[in-house]
């Protein structure tokens, strides 16, 4: 089972930015997709972005769009995610997630299920 490896999480003022870094123990290969998820307290566990290691499909919550961003580093083996405007409402744990076995279409690349590997999270908060 491959271990995932998250980093850059940390306190900003709202309007602030972050970048986390999933790094995985193993090459990720091309049919991997990477996704990042969050829990806020007394919250389910909700998708943010997933991205094929191939580029072929990306996906991003409604709430990501236009504020964060999801890219990766084959050189490095590592996926980030670029957080943009943030407000006190993306407080929560941060959880990288991979896909490595099967190849899921783009319309489940939204679940929690479809996801075999996870990291331990990383917190960000976000208050004044």
């Known amino acids: 089972q491959v271990q995932l490896v998250e980093s850059g999480g940390g306190w900003v003022h709202p309007g602030g930015s972050l970048r986390l870094a999933c790094t995985p123990s193993?090459?990720?290969?091309?049919?991997?997709?990477m996704a990042w998820f969050r829990q806020a307290p007394g919250k389910e566990r909700e998708f943010v972005v997933a991205m094929s290691m191939n580029g072929a499909r990306t996906t991003y919550a409604s709430f990501a769009k236009g504020r964060f961003t999801i890219s990766k580093d084959r050189a490095k083996n590592t996926v980030y995610l670029q957080m943009n405007g943030l407000n006190p409402e993306d407080t929560a744990i941060y959880s990288c997630a991979a896909s490595t076995l099967g190849n899921p279409i783009l319309s489940m690349l939204r679940l929690v299920d479809t996801y075999d590997s996870w990291g331990q999270g990383t917190q960000v908060t976000v208050s004044s």
């Open positions: 193993e090459r990720a290969r091309s049919n991997y997709v």
